[in-house]
């Protein structure tokens, strides 16, 4: 559109709103206030992924290194989906 714009020395500017306006319209903002704030979901669903791996894979989550956290919930990722296709194709 800003390409056109400047092709065919004519304003797009209300298209671009109607644009700016739909993106705008489809996200949700997240709370940072109140019981369920989003850095307090935030802080859950770590803890939750700590728990998983430590059950999981006998690993104190919370000592891994970023790159070695996500590896592991990876690793993870890859058995269940190995698991799951066992199953389908066992039946």
């Known amino acids: 559109m800003v390409l056109d714009e400047i092709i065919e020395e004519r304003s797009n500017e209300i298209g671009l709103n109607d644009i700016r306006n739909l993106i705008l319209s489809e996200q949700k903002p997240s709370l940072f206030v109140g019981e369920n ?6 802080d859950k669903n770590f803890d939750k992924l700590c728990i998983l791996l430590n059950e999981e ?10 790159r070695e956290f996500y590896s592991s919930l990876e690793f993870l990722e890859r058995r269940a989906a ?6 389908s194709n066992g039946r």
């Open 57 to 66: 894979l006998h690993l104190d989550a919370k000592t891994l290194t970023t």
């Open 37 to 42: 704030n989003a850095e307090i979901e935030y």
């Open 82 to 87: 190995n698991n799951k296709k066992q199953m």
